[in-house]
């Protein structure tokens, strides 16, 4: 990253983070805080005018939806097949999928559950599993030991819970053992087409240098996009952007002069 380009995003930071400090004390379920977020981003929106013509005006939300909504187009375009790449047919075996995928690539996580969904098929196969035979077809996912603990813990509470069954809203899905906000709104997302916004390491880093969201939190960047990306796209967000961090947004080695936003990045180094 050039010097000019760091001190441009750190003065960005800097501004956002005490305004941020000074203007909103939120948590995820206070919707009304809103309103501050948007003051917030009014200041981001004035730093980046300086260098980026098509930028918006300063504190004006509209455009700053306009302008994801850009975004969104152009990387639809650069990724028609961006989907979830975990393999899974139930909600139940993306839930588990999901578990498993913490610090773990997808396509580890793909070549482990075929054998582990077809040995437990149900919650209440997995509620009863041995630890040392499930941790065994787990371990190269790492942590084995801490998921099977999860997957046979939150399989139990589905079965007194829920008769079994995932439920279908995110207040049930988190007080369930494994399961954050972020694995609730992967499987709402795409099990049951109920729309959430998932932030990941590659949505948080991507997030941040387009300058959506000054913060680390994922809730509170969850929060930030969910203002300005239009409700139908929150699941297909996730998607895109997990794609272009694989592809060309790559932590520490960006190929900014293959981005097909780089006209619009605020941290684009050409
Ligand atoms: S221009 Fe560079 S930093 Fe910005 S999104 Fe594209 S690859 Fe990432």
Known sequence: MSAKTTRKRKTATRTLTRSTKSTRKTSIRKGPQRT???RTRSTRTTRRTTSHSETPPAGDLAAEKRR???????????YPKARCSLDYETPLQLVIATILSAQCTDARVNMVTPHLFRRYPTARDLAAAEFPELEEI?????????????IVACAQELLERHDGQVPQDLDSLVKLSGIGRKTANVVLGNAFGIPGVVVDTHVGRISRLLCLTAHKDPNKIELDLMQVVPRSKWTQLAHLFIEHGRRVCIARRPRCSECVLNDMCPSSEV
């Open 68 to 78: 994801m909504r850009t975004f969104l187009s152009r990387l639809t375009r650069a």
């Open 36 to 38: 501050s977020s948007a």
């Open 138 to 150: 787990i371990r190269s996912t790492g942590f084995f030991r801490n998921k099977a603990k999860s």
